[in-house]
């Protein structure tokens, strides 16, 4: 235990060359934060390791020096998504449109018309900024918008049946990521989950048998985020539509991710659309406002009048009310929708999954001659193909035929490579397969090759 006897006190540290001058640009506890952070790590070092001896004042500077580094640089920051996942959770889901981005200045540095109406000179609601669109793109009565998809869906069961069954095929009771269960959701609105059916097969008589005056809702889940096949049988919108007038009970669909425009040219079952459930007349949908849509992260309540304004003045709302900058940035991305072949053009997401193997093929060939122009030797660089996937819960069996850039440095293993892209200033995400690691040109944005350039450039060292 001698040799820790090596190590300065805080005091002395903090009068050395290179870190006193740290106390000028940070805050005082910030910088002895890290400098006790420095020694600690140093104390644990020495016992592995008594080679570090002796320990110079330039050598525990510069350790000092790199943990202030970490405690003043941004946790949240921008990445790449080289994954081939569109709808990367884990990266934020969905990039939004370029044409929000004054918007959402516009709206973030300054005060607004939030909660205050113009035209009156009077005291507004925020939800009315959002409500005629929503209604104009999908021929609802009435639309809400609160924080997220599983806010709209406890929200809307607690409006339409604390207290009361609603019923649900039993194949229909998803998981959706972080292990938040329908059923919890369910339980934590006050409704009561009633189950029919099989998990593969449900059918209309298995609704109408579960009905009695316990009963407060019908409820369909889409299943977004996997998929039943082979001997399988579900009840549609329309049918379940038909069940609820014949009881007088309302219909109610969480269709988790929802799309404003029709996906059939994509591989795997075709995903409906928010509209043809309104048109099935169903009485309440909800869905998310950051994963087919493109927009920020947001759950979209629509359906008929009599159903949603009453959610409007429910205790709830308050809790998962949406803010500025969510409806600003669902406004600007919703207007996109009135021309559908402008949201295909404009909308991040939409754009890449319907980019075609040409179109990337061709991308690919174009970024492999500029990347090989200024990469140094020893990054090597090719295009394989593959495929990419819709991410976010949505369309699971869809697998996207992609072109990919398998990067190979010296003796570098694919670990090796991952870590240290994942670690440059602006992190580099992409995936090993096939013994590569691999970089999936779909989720790439032009704006990102600049930067992927530079971190490239560093595994030459």
Known sequence: MSHLKNIPKVDRVLAMPG?????????????????????????????????????????????????????????????????????????GRSPLPESVREKLNDIA????????????????????????????????????????????????????????????????LVEIGGSFRVPDVMRQSGAILREVGATNRTHPRDYRSAVTPASGLLLKVHTSNFAVVG????????????????FSLPVMADLG?????????????????????????????????????????????????????????????????????????????????????????????????????????????????RFKKDLPTGVNLSIISGTSQVGGGALPLADLPTVMIAVNVNDASPHDLEKRLRNCPVPVIGRISRGNFLLDLRTILDADLPDLISALKTLAG
């Open 257 to 369: 991710s929802g799309s404003l425009v029709d996906l059939q040219g994509l591989p795997g079952p075709s995903e409906p659309t928010v509209q043809a459930f309104i048109r099935a007349g169903l009485d309440v949908v909800t869905f998310s406002g950051d994963k087919l849509l493109g927009g920020p992260q947001a759950g979209i309540i629509i359906g008929k009048k009599a159903f949603v304004e009453p959610m409007k003045r429910h205790p709830l709302l308050r809790a998962l009310r949406v803010d500025k900058i969510s409806i600003a940035a669902l406004e600007g991305t919703l207007r996109l929708f009135r021309d559908e072949r402008q949201a295909l053009k404009e909308i991040p997401v939409l754009r890449m999954l319907n980019a075609s193997s040409a179109d990337l093929e061709a991308r690919g060939k174009r970024v492999l001659r």
């Open 231 to 246: 001997f399988t049988a579900e009840v549609s919108a329309a049918e379940l539509t038909e069940i609820g007038r014949e």
């Open 109 to 172: 540095f300054s005060y607004s018309n939030l909660e205050f109406d113009l035209e009156k000179g009077e005291r507004g609601s925020r939800y009315s900024h959002l409500e005629g669109l929503l209604c104009e793109l999908t021929g609802a009565e009435a639309a809400l918008v609160v924080n997220n998809n599983a806010a709209a869906v406890l929200l809307s069961l607690a409006s339409l049946a604390e207290g009361k069954e609603v019923i649900v095929s039993r194949g229909e």
């Open 19 to 91: 870190v006193k001058e740290e106390l000028d640009r940070h805050p005082r506890p910030l910088v002895i934060r890290a400098v006790r952070m420095a020694l600690d790590t140093l104390r644990m070092d020495l016992h592995e390791n008594k080679k570090l001896l002796p320990i110079t004042g330039e050598f525990i500077a510069s350790r000092v020096l790199h943990e202030l580094a970490i405690l003043t640089t941004s946790r949240l920051k921008r990445v790449i998504n080289g994954t081939g996942v569109v709808i990367h959770t884990n990266l």
